[in-house]
């Protein structure tokens, strides 16, 4: 039996505010410690998750597998802010999770922190009230409709635009700091833009730019190197080898063998899946 991996997507009424959910579940499997790991990029979204069954514990690299004693346990519910960095987790047995990724600007809106110390009470009951057990759409569909609500009487109509990921997300603040601070100094739009993403312009390019990789993966391009970089808004090769490897940790080479080949990189196929 394989692990069940899931790309839970929100209906648009929520796409302006949620990403995407990802479920996990690996009960039932027998899988060696090294493919208990999993492996996530660096985003600029922020992460709820909650592990329903089994235990979760952060790596300080992604090739450190030492006691779990040694570790830091992921709290059963817990938040994750944006990462500048890949970063790991690893669970010694089964487990069951479900994590939700919502854009920055929504996480403020809905009354989360910038310090990521404190989740939101509509995403906490959200969370408490999924039925890990039962039949996930129906119970994603009930998720996304509570928070939905919630969602609409603290953004306006004006939020409820289809967005479709990062680079959407990111050019939507770019346009409404460029109205917003029309006639104003490039350093004004610049600090909405920060304020608004938690991101610099120049980082929220680097992400969006990661995301036509996952474009360009998903599509099992047969390209050269120099070709896939071109076709996924790099300069060159070179640069898209050093931003990969700045949010992935791995070379594009690498990168696209683990895809295709790794179990611990389940949620890199997924993000692939999303467009």
Request: aromatic content about 10%.
């Amino acid at each position: 039996m394989r692990p069940i991996s899931e790309l839970l997507l929100p209906p648009v009424g929520l796409a302006s505010c949620v990403f995407a959910g990802i479920y996990r579940d690996t009960r039932g499997t027998s899988l060696p410690d090294r493919d208990r790991i999993n492996h996530f990029p660096a985003s600029p979204i922020v992460a709820v998750s909650k592990v329903f069954h089994g235990d979760l514990f952060l790596l300080s690299s992604a090739s450190d597998l030492p006691s779990h004693d040694s570790l830091t346990r992921v709290p059963s519910l817990s938040v994750t802010g944006p990462q500048d960095v890949p970063i790991s987790s690893w669970s010694p047995g089964p487990e069951t999770a479900l994590t939700v990724g919502f854009y920055y600007d929504a996480w403020l809106q809905l009354g989360g922190d910038a310090q990521f110390t404190e989740i939101p009470a509509a995403v906490a009951e959200a969370f408490a009230q999924f039925d890990i057990d039962a039949p996930r759409q129906p119970e994603w569909d009930r998720f996304a409709t509570k928070l939905a609500d919630v969602w609409a009487s603290k953004a306006g109509p004006k939020e409820t635009r289809r967005i479709t990921g990062v680079s959407d997300w990111a050019q939507a603040i770019v346009t409404r700091g460029a109205l917003s601070t029309a006639g104003r100094s490039l350093r004004s739009l610049q600090r909405f833009i920060k304020r608004e993403s938690g991101h610099t312009q120049r980082t929220l390019d680097v992400f969006s730019t990661l995301e036509n990789v996952h474009r360009q993966q998903a599509k099992g391009s047969q390209t050269s190197l120099a070709e896939f970089a071109i076709d996924a808004g790099f300069s060159d090769q070179s640069h898209m080898g050093r931003a990969v490897r700045r949010l992935t940790g791995f070379s594009p080479a690498q990168l696209n063998r683990a895809i295709a080949e790794d179990e611990p990189f389940w949620c890199y196929r997924l993000l692939g899946e999303r467009f």
